[in-house]
C-alpha cells in the first residue's frame, strides 16, 4: 500500500465527509445505525456513532461511564469541550483510553462496527473512538452431545472461540502452552488459532502444519473440516487424518501429548493433529474408569473394529467358498435359513446393507419428531418383512445389524464412515474369491494404511512401526500408576521445572 | 521423522530376514524334507541351517569391509565392471526364478486344496500385482508391514502347532538313520537351498539399513536367522510326530496338520488359519524378492530409482509363474532339486568368492601398511 492510498483511507476532519462515505459503504445494511449527538458550548459539536445493531449492545451504560472519563482527564466536562481539547485529551491519553481503541482509518472502522464495536467520530478530529460492546447471542456451554461420557467432565465448547480458549488456557496454565492466530479469507477473515505445547511438540510436525496452514489463508474458512481437508496427505484415502474432539479435556490431553489443536472461530469442532489410527480407538472416559475395565473396553472396540469391517464380507465367503469350514451343525443351520431365497449370499448382503445404510441416511436427516417412524419402518421392512418375504436369511439380517451395532460401538464417527465404506470391497472381494479375496483386501488395506502419513508421522505409528512402548496405552490401557510414570510425564515433569522421581 | 525413506533401522532389517526365511517355507517344506530324509529330516535341516551360518557370516563380512556397499557395487570393485554384468545377470534370472517359483507356489496351493475350480492364473496374478504395489512403496513400507505381518503368521502358525499337541507321538521321531546317512545328506542338500541358502541373495538389502550408535549388524541377524531356523525346525517336527512315516506323502504338510485338530467342538476347522499364514509368507518373499530383482537391476544397469521398472518386472514375473512349471510334479522337481543346486553352487560360490577376493585384497593391503611402517 502506497502513502497516498493510506492517506485517501485515513479519516478526515470533516465529519460530514466521514459520515457521508461510512453510509456509503454500509448502504443497504440495515443493522448499521448512525447517531447523532451535539456537545461543547451551546451544542456547537458534531459527533456521529455508528454501530452494528446485531452486534453491539448499545443499551449498555457503559459507553456513557467510559465516555464521562475523557474530559475528566483535564477536568472538563462536555459542555466545555471542543475539538481542539479533545484531541489534546486523546493524543494525552492514547494508552490509558482503554478499554476503548483509537481507529484513524476507515479501514479500522468498517471491521471495528462488524467485530460489534461502537465507533464514535468527532467533528474536526480526524481519529476515532472505538468501543468494544460485542454482545453476539452464543450457545451456552453444554455437555457435548456427540461425546457424552460417565466420568469426567461435561463442559463442551462452543461456536465462541475466545469462550474455546478461555476453557483450555484454565486447563493449561502454562506459558508452554502457545496460541497462534492466523486470518483466513477476505471477506469472512475469519480468525484460526492454533495451540500446541511449546518443547514437547515434535518441531519438524509444527513446521509442516505451518507451512500447510499458511497457505490456507487466502481462502474462506468457514468450518474446522476446511483446513482438514486443506491440510492431510491423502485426500482419497477413506481414513481421517485427523481428530475431531469438543471436549475440552480431550483436547488438553492431546496438547500434553504433543499434539496441535485447531480451532476456527464459530465452529465448535477441535481438531487434533497428527491423528493416527490407534488414536481413533480411545476416548477421555478410557482414562477416568478403573485400568481393567477400560482395557476390557478397548479389546471390545477392537472387536468391534473387526466385525464392522469384515463381518458380512467374511459371512459371504464362507458361505459362497467354503462351506467346509463351518462347523457341521452351524452350516445346516445356515443351509436351512437360506432355503427359499433365490439371491446369491452377496447380493443378499448387498441388499441388506445398502437399505441399512439408506435408513441411517434417513434417520440423520429427518426431522426428530419423524425419525421414529423410520426406525419402525426400517425394523419392519429390513427385518421382519424381508424375512417374510424371503429376500434375505434371518443369519443375513443378524450379520447386518451386528456389523451396524459394532461399527455404532466405534467412538468416532469419522472412522465409522471409513469401515462403511470399505465393507463394500471387502464384500466384493470375498464374493468374488472367497477367503483369498478378503485377505488380499485385507493386505492392500494395510499397505495403504502403513504407506499412509497424517502430517508426515507414520499413521500406524505405534503399530507399524512398531513401538513397544506405546502399547500400554493401546489395546490394553496400564493402571495410571505406570502409564503416568512413562517417558512422556517426565518429559511434562521437566517442564514444568521439576525434577522425575526415579 | 526422517526425510529419507529408503533407510530401515536394524530391528526392520532382523524382521524383514525373519520374513524372507520363513516366508513360505514355513508351510513347504516340511513336506519334500521328510519325503527324502524321514525321521532325519530335522538333523538335515540343523546342518543346513549350519551352512546356512557359513554363508551368513561370508555375506556379513562382506557388508563390513565394504562399508556396506551392496553385492552389485562391491562385485564392480572385485572383478570389474565388466565380469560384474554376467554375474548380476545369473543373479536377477535366479532371482526371477526364485519370485515366480513362490508366486505360483501359493496358487498351486490354492488350486489343489481349496479352491479347486479357480484357474491358477487368477492368484498368481493378483498375488504378484499385490506385491508389485508394496515393493513399490518402498523399503521402509515394507519394513513396518512385514513386521506386523510377521507375528500375524507366526502367531497363526504356532497356534496351530500348539493346537495339534494331543496328537503328536514324540515315538514317531525314531528311529533316526534308519537307511543310513544317505537320506539325511538328501535333506541338507534340499533345505541347504531353499530356504537357508537363499540368505546370499537377501545380502542385497543389508545396505539399507542405518545404525544407531552401539548397534552390531551381526549379533542382530544372527539371532533373527537362528530364531528362523528355530520356527523352520519345531514345524518339521511336528509333523513327523504327528504323521510318522506318512508326513512325506502329505503335501503342505501344516495344512494337513490343521485338519487333524480337533479339541471339543470349539477348535476345529483350523485350515484357514494356515491358509491365511500360508498367503502371508509367501506374500511377504515374493514381494522381498521382486524389490532384490528391481534393486539388481537398477544397480546393474545404473538407471533411475522411479518405480517405473516395477510394473514390467511384475508382469514378466506373472506369465514367468503361469508358464514356468508344466505340472505339481515338475514343481517339486525345479524347487527341490535344481533350484538347491543353483543355489549352493550358484549363489553360494560367488558369494564364496568374493569373500576369498576381499579376505585375500584385505591381507595384501594389511601386509603393505606392515611393510610400510616398518
Same mark, same amino acid.
Given at each position: 500500500?502506497?502513502?497516498?492510498?493510506?492517506?485517501?483511507?485515513?479519516?478526515?476532519?470533516?465529519?460530514?465527509?466521514?459520515?457521508?462515505?461510512?453510509?456509503?459503504?454500509?448502504?443497504?445494511?440495515?443493522?448499521?445505525?448512525?447517531?447523532?449527538?451535539?456537545?461543547?458550548?451551546?451544542?456547537?459539536?458534531?459527533?456521529?456513532?455508528?454501530?452494528?445493531?446485531?452486534?453491539?449492545?448499545?443499551?449498555?451504560?457503559?459507553?456513557?461511564?467510559?465516555?464521562?472519563?475523557?474530559?475528566?482527564?483535564?477536568?472538563?466536562?462536555?459542555?466545555?469541550?471542543?475539538?481542539?481539547?479533545?484531541?489534546?485529551?486523546?493524543?494525552?491519553?492514547?494508552?490509558?483510553?482503554?478499554?476503548?481503541?483509537?481507529?484513524?482509518?476507515?479501514?479500522?472502522?468498517?471491521?471495528?462496527?462488524?467485530?460489534?464495536?461502537?465507533?464514535?467520530?468527532?467533528?474536526?478530529?480526524?481519529?476515532?473512538?472505538?468501543?468494544?460492546?460485542?454482545?453476539?447471542?452464543?450457545?451456552?456451554?453444554?455437555?457435548?452431545?456427540?461425546?457424552?461420557?460417565?466420568?469426567?467432565?461435561?463442559?463442551?465448547?462452543?461456536?465462541?472461540?475466545?469462550?474455546?480458549?478461555?476453557?483450555?488456557?484454565?486447563?493449561?496454565?502454562?506459558?508452554?502452552?502457545?496460541?497462534?492466530?492466523?486470518?483466513?479469507?477476505?471477506?469472512?477473515?475469519?480468525?484460526?488459532?492454533?495451540?500446541?505445547?511449546?518443547?514437547?511438540?515434535?518441531?519438524?510436525?509444527?513446521?509442516?502444519?505451518?507451512?500447510?496452514?499458511?497457505?490456507?489463508?487466502?481462502?474462506?474458512?468457514?468450518?474446522?473440516?476446511?483446513?482438514?481437508?486443506?491440510?492431510?496427505?491423502?485426500?482419497?484415502?477413506?481414513?481421517?487424518?485427523?481428530?475431531?474432539?469438543?471436549?475440552?479435556?480431550?483436547?488438553?490431553?492431546?496438547?500434553?501429548?504433543?499434539?496441535?489443536?485447531?480451532?476456527?472461530?464459530?465452529?465448535?469442532?477441535?481438531?487434533?493433529?497428527?491423528?493416527?489410527?490407534?488414536?481413533?480407538?480411545?476416548?477421555?472416559?478410557?482414562?477416568?474408569?478403573?485400568?481393567?475395565?477400560?482395557?476390557?473396553?478397548?479389546?471390545?472396540?477392537?472387536?468391534?473394529?473387526?466385525?464392522?469391517?469384515?463381518?458380512?464380507?467374511?459371512?459371504?465367503?464362507?458361505?459362497?467358498?467354503?462351506?467346509?469350514?463351518?462347523?457341521?451343525?452351524?452350516?445346516?443351520?445356515?443351509?436351512?435359513?437360506?432355503?427359499?431365497?433365490?439371491?446369491?449370499?452377496?447380493?443378499?448382503?448387498?441388499?441388506?446393507?445398502?437399505?441399512?445404510?439408506?435408513?441411517?441416511?434417513?434417520?440423520?436427516?429427518?426431522?426428530?419428531?419423524?425419525?421414529?417412524?423410520?426406525?419402525?419402518?426400517?425394523?419392519?421392512?429390513?427385518?421382519?418383512?424381508?424375512?417374510?418375504?424371503?429376500?434375505?436369511?434371518?443369519?443375513?439380517?443378524?450379520?447386518?445389524?451386528?456389523?451396524?451395532?459394532?461399527?455404532?460401538?466405534?467412538?468416532?464417527?469419522?472412522?465409522?464412515?471409513?469401515?462403511?465404506?470399505?465393507?463394500?470391497?471387502?464384500?466384493?472381494?470375498?464374493?468374488?474369491?472367497?477367503?483369498?479375496?478378503?485377505?488380499?483386501?485385507?493386505?492392500?488395506?494395510?499397505?495403504?494404511?502403513?504407506?499412509?502419513?497424517?502430517?508426515?508421522?507414520?499413521?500406524?505409528?505405534?503399530?507399524?512401526?512398531?513401538?513397544?512402548?506405546?502399547?500400554?496405552?493401546?489395546?490394553?490401557?496400564?493402571?495410571?500408576?505406570?502409564?503416568?510414570?512413562?517417558?512422556?510425564?517426565?518429559?511434562?515433569?521437566?517442564?514444568?521445572?521439576?525434577?522425575?522421581?526415579? | 521423522?526422517?526425510?529419507?525413506?529408503?533407510?530401515?533401522?536394524?530391528?526392520?532389517?532382523?524382521?524383514?530376514?525373519?520374513?524372507?526365511?520363513?516366508?513360505?517355507?514355513?508351510?513347504?517344506?516340511?513336506?519334500?524334507?521328510?519325503?527324502?530324509?524321514?525321521?532325519?529330516?530335522?538333523?538335515?535341516?540343523?546342518?543346513?541351517?549350519?551352512?546356512?551360518?557359513?554363508?551368513?557370516?561370508?555375506?556379513?563380512?562382506?557388508?563390513?569391509?565394504?562399508?556396506?556397499?551392496?553385492?552389485? &557395487?562391491?562385485?564392480?570393485?572385485?572383478?570389474? /565392471?565388466?565380469?560384474?554384468?554376467?554375474?548380476? $545377470? @545369473?543373479?536377477? *534370472? #535366479? =532371482? +526371477?526364478?526364485?519370485?515366480?517359483?513362490?508366486?505360483?507356489?501359493?496358487?498351486?496351493?490354492?488350486?489343489?486344496?481349496?479352491?479347486?475350480?479357480?484357474?491358477?492364473?487368477?492368484?498368481?496374478?493378483?498375488?504378484?500385482?499385490?506385491? &508389485?504395489?508394496?515393493?513399490?512403496?518402498?523399503? /521402509?513400507?515394507?519394513?513396518?508391514?512385514?513386521? $506386523? @505381518?510377521?507375528? *500375524? #503368521? =507366526? +502367531?497363526?502358525?504356532?497356534?496351530?502347532?500348539?493346537?495339534?499337541?494331543?496328537?503328536?507321538?514324540?515315538?514317531?521321531?525314531?528311529?533316526?538313520?534308519?537307511?543310513?546317512?544317505?537320506?539325511?545328506?538328501?535333506?541338507?542338500?534340499?533345505?541347504?537351498?531353499?530356504?537357508?541358502?537363499?540368505?546370499?541373495?537377501?545380502?542385497?538389502?543389508?545396505?539399507?539399513?542405518? *545404525?544407531?550408535?552401539?548397534?552390531?549388524?551381526?549379533?542382530?541377524?544372527?539371532?533373527?536367522?537362528?530364531?528362523?531356523?528355530?520356527?523352520?525346525?519345531?514345524?518339521?517336527?511336528?509333523?513327523?510326530?504327528?504323521?510318522?512315516?506318512?508326513?512325506?506323502?502329505?503335501?503342505?504338510?501344516?495344512?494337513?496338520?490343521?485338519?487333524?485338530?480337533?479339541?471339543?467342538?470349539?477348535?476345529?476347522?483350523?485350515?484357514?488359519?494356515?491358509?491365511?499364514?500360508?498367503?502371508?509368507?509367501?506374500?511377504?518373499?515374493?514381494?522381498?524378492?521382486?524389490?532384490?530383482?528391481?534393486?539388481?537391476?537398477?544397480?546393474?544397469?545404473?538407471?533411475?530409482?522411479?518405480?517405473?521398472?516395477?510394473?514390467?518386472?511384475?508382469?514378466?514375473?506373472?506369465?514367468?509363474?503361469?508358464?514356468?512349471?508344466?505340472?505339481?510334479?515338475?514343481?517339486?522337481?525345479?524347487?527341490?532339486?535344481?533350484?538347491?543346486?543353483?543355489?549352493?553352487?550358484?549363489?553360494?560360490?560367488?558369494?564364496?568368492?568374493?569373500?576369498?577376493?576381499?579376505?585375500?585384497?584385505?591381507?595384501?593391503?594389511?601386509?603393505?601398511?606392515?611393510?610400510?611402517?616398518?
Amino acid at each position: 500500500m502506497t502513502t497516498d492510498s493510506r492517506k485517501t483511507n485515513a479519516l478526515h476532519d470533516d465529519i460530514t465527509f466521514n459520515r457521508e462515505k461510512l453510509e456509503g459503504v454500509f448502504s443497504r445494511c440495515g443493522d448499521v445505525h448512525f447517531q447523532q449527538w451535539n456537545y461543547g458550548d451551546g451544542f456547537a459539536f458534531q459527533a456521529v456513532s455508528v454501530y452494528c445493531s446485531s452486534l453491539a449492545d448499545y443499551s449498555s451504560h457503559l459507553l456513557q461511564r467510559a465516555l464521562e472519563k475523557i474530559p475528566g482527564y483535564e477536568s472538563e466536562d462536555w459542555n466545555s469541550m471542543t475539538p481542539e481539547k479533545l484531541r489534546r485529551c486523546l493524543q494525552v491519553n492514547n494508552a490509558s483510553l482503554q478499554p476503548f481503541s483509537l481507529l484513524e482509518s476507515f479501514e479500522n472502522v468498517y471491521e471495528s462496527v462488524m467485530h460489534g464495536f461502537i465507533v464514535i467520530l468527532f467533528d474536526q478530529v480526524n481519529q476515532a473512538l472505538g468501543f468494544p460492546t460485542e454482545s453476539a447471542a452464543r450457545r451456552q456451554i453444554t455437555e457435548p452431545v456427540n461425546e457424552p461420557a460417565v466420568h469426567g467432565p461435561r463442559e463442551g465448547t462452543t461456536e465462541d472461540l475466545s469462550l474455546n480458549l478461555t476453557l483450555l488456557r484454565s486447563r493449561i496454565r502454562n506459558p508452554a502452552f502457545k496460541f497462534e492466530f492466523l486470518q483466513s479469507g477476505a471477506v469472512t477473515k475469519s480468525a484460526i488459532c492454533f495451540g500446541y505445547l511449546d518443547e514437547v511438540v515434535n518441531p519438524d510436525v509444527l513446521a509442516e502444519f505451518r507451512r500447510r496452514v499458511e497457505s490456507i489463508t487466502d481462502y474462506e474458512v468457514l468450518e474446522t473440516s476446511y483446513i482438514d481437508d486443506w491440510i492431510q496427505e491423502s485426500t482419497l484415502s477413506p481414513f481421517p487424518q485427523v481428530r475431531y474432539t469438543e471436549r475440552t479435556d480431550t483436547a488438553a490431553a492431546a496438547v500434553l501429548d504433543g499434539k496441535i489443536i485447531v480451532l476456527v472461530e464459530n465452529s465448535p469442532m477441535i481438531m487434533i493433529c497428527p491423528a493416527f489410527l490407534v488414536d481413533f480407538m480411545g476416548t477421555a472416559e478410557d482414562y477416568y474408569v478403573r485400568s481393567i475395565f477400560s482395557s476390557f473396553i478397548r479389546m471390545l472396540r477392537l472387536l468391534a473394529f473387526i466385525i464392522a469391517l469384515t463381518l458380512p464380507s467374511l459371512y459371504i465367503a464362507l458361505s459362497t467358498f467354503h462351506p467346509e469350514l463351518i462347523p457341521t451343525v452351524l452350516l445346516l443351520a445356515i443351509v436351512d435359513s437360506r432355503e427359499g431365497i433365490p439371491f446369491p449370499a452377496f447380493f443378499e448382503a448387498l441388499v441388506m446393507e445398502a437399505s441399512f445404510e439408506l435408513l441411517r441416511e434417513a434417520g440423520i436427516r429427518l426431522p426428530r419428531t419423524v425419525g421414529s417412524a423410520v426406525s419402525i419402518v426400517g425394523a419392519l421392512v429390513i427385518g421382519q418383512a424381508a424375512i417374510m418375504a424371503k429376500i434375505a436369511s434371518p443369519i443375513m439380517v443378524i450379520v447386518v445389524a451386528l456389523t451396524g451395532i459394532a461399527s455404532f460401538a466405534i467412538p468416532h464417527y469419522d472412522l465409522a464412515i471409513s469401515l462403511r465404506l470399505l465393507r463394500f470391497p471387502y464384500m466384493i472381494a470375498a464374493s468374488l474369491l472367497g477367503g483369498y479375496g478378503l485377505m488380499v483386501v485385507f493386505l492392500l488395506t494395510l499397505l495403504h494404511l502403513t504407506s499412509l502419513h497424517s502430517l508426515g508421522e507414520p499413521y500406524l505409528t505405534s503399530i507399524a512401526p512398531f513401538k513397544p512402548r506405546d502399547w500400554r496405552d493401546l489395546f490394553v490401557r496400564v493402571p495410571l500408576k505406570v502409564f503416568l510414570r512413562s517417558p512422556r510425564n517426565r518429559k511434562l515433569l521437566r517442564l514444568g521445572g521439576r525434577r522425575p522421581h526415579p | 521423522m526422517s526425510s529419507d525413506r529408503s533407510t530401515i533401522n536394524l530391528r526392520q532389517l532382523a524382521g524383514l530376514l525373519c520374513c524372507y526365511v520363513i516366508g513360505s517355507a514355513i508351510v513347504f517344506i516340511p513336506n519334500p524334507l521328510t519325503a527324502a530324509a524321514g525321521n532325519d529330516a530335522w538333523i538335515s535341516m540343523t546342518l543346513a541351517y549350519g551352512f546356512g551360518i557359513i554363508m551368513l557370516t561370508c555375506v556379513l563380512y562382506l557388508h563390513n569391509r565394504h562399508d556396506g556397499a551392496s553385492v552389485i &557395487a562391491y562385485s564392480r570393485k572385485l572383478i570389474g /565392471r565388466t565380469a560384474t554384468y554376467p554375474v548380476g $545377470l @545369473l543373479y536377477i *534370472l #535366479m =532371482l +526371477f526364478f526364485a519370485a515366480c517359483a513362490v508366486n505360483a507356489s501359493i496358487g498351486d496351493f490354492f488350486t489343489s486344496v481349496m479352491m479347486k475350480r479357480t484357474p491358477s492364473y487368477i492368484f498368481h496374478t493378483i498375488g504378484m500385482l499385490l506385491s &508389485a504395489l508394496t515393493a513399490r512403496s518402498g523399503i /521402509r513400507v515394507m519394513a513396518r508391514m512385514f513386521f $506386523l @505381518l510377521l507375528w *500375524l #503368521m =507366526l +502367531f497363526f502358525s504356532l497356534l496351530v502347532m500348539i493346537l495339534a499337541i494331543p496328537i503328536y507321538q514324540p515315538a514317531m521321531l525314531l528311529p533316526l538313520f534308519e537307511n543310513g546317512i544317505k537320506p539325511m545328506l538328501h535333506g541338507l542338500f534340499i533345505s541347504a537351498g531353499f530356504p537357508f541358502g537363499e540368505i546370499v541373495i537377501f545380502a542385497m538389502l543389508l545396505p539399507f539399513v542405518r *545404525l544407531q550408535a552401539g548397534q552390531s549388524i551381526s549379533k542382530a541377524l544372527y539371532a533373527s536367522y537362528s530364531f528362523s531356523a528355530l520356527m523352520l525346525i519345531v514345524p518339521t517336527i511336528c509333523t513327523i510326530m504327528a504323521f510318522g512315516p506318512a508326513a512325506g506323502y502329505f503335501n503342505y504338510s501344516l495344512y494337513r496338520l490343521s485338519i487333524e485338530i480337533h479339541i471339543v467342538e470349539l477348535f476345529q476347522r483350523m485350515e484357514a488359519i494356515i491358509g491365511i499364514a500360508l498367503i502371508l509368507g509367501s506374500y511377504m518373499k515374493a514381494t522381498l524378492l521382486l524389490f532384490i530383482i528391481y534393486q539388481c537391476l537398477i544397480q546393474l544397469f545404473n538407471l533411475k530409482d522411479d518405480h517405473v521398472l516395477m510394473y514390467p518386472l511384475s508382469v514378466t514375473c506373472i506369465f514367468l509363474s503361469a508358464t514356468m512349471f508344466q505340472s505339481p510334479a515338475d514343481f517339486q522337481e525345479q524347487v527341490y532339486t535344481i533350484w538347491p543346486f543353483t543355489v549352493i553352487v550358484v549363489g553360494g560360490g560367488l558369494i564364496l568368492l568374493f569373500t576369498l577376493i576381499t579376505w585375500i585384497k584385505h591381507r595384501r593391503y594389511l601386509q603393505a601398511e606392515r611393510g610400510d611402517t616398518s
